[in-house]
């Protein structure tokens, strides 16, 4: 049997969450700085890296990268940030997660698939991929 999270702990985590994915990079630092892990995932297993990345914020996603946030953690759905940057059009975040050493090819599908699949050549030439 397992014990039910402290209302307390998850109220937190759900507030970090959503400075990931509004962008407040300064208070978000803040609270990794703190010691919560730059990894933090979600029940979704979207990691604070991948909120970021989705929702266009290139400055989180360098900040958290900077403190040693993985760019290609996969969430439940095998997807990872750079594939979701490629989805949403989102090219200064991507530009932020290759310098941070996402893999184009990591996760399905893929940024590169992704790119094929939205017809984003421009991305394929930056992937290596045309």
Do not use: W
């Not at 297993?45 to 989705?54: I, P, T």
């Not at 969430?75 to 310098?99: C, H, S, Y």
């Amino acid at each position: 049997m397992t014990e039910a999270p402290d209302p307390e702990v998850v109220e937190l985590a759900t507030k970090i969450f959503d400075l990931a994915r509004r962008g407040r990079t300064s208070e978000l630092v803040a609270y990794v700085d703190a010691g919560v892990p730059a990894d933090l995932t979600n029940d979704r297993g979207d990691s604070l890296v991948m909120l970021a990345a989705y929702h266009g914020h290139a400055d989180a996603v360098r900040a958290l990268l900077e403190r040693g946030a993985d760019a290609d953690r996969v969430n439940d759905r095998g997807q990872t940030p750079l594939a979701g940057a490629v989805f949403k059009g989102e090219t200064e975040v991507i530009e932020a997660l290759l310098k941070g050493g996402a893999d184009p090819s990591a996760g399905t599908p893929s940024a590169v698939d992704t790119a094929r699949m939205f017809g984003r050549t421009e991305l394929l030439d930056l992937f290596g991929e045309r």
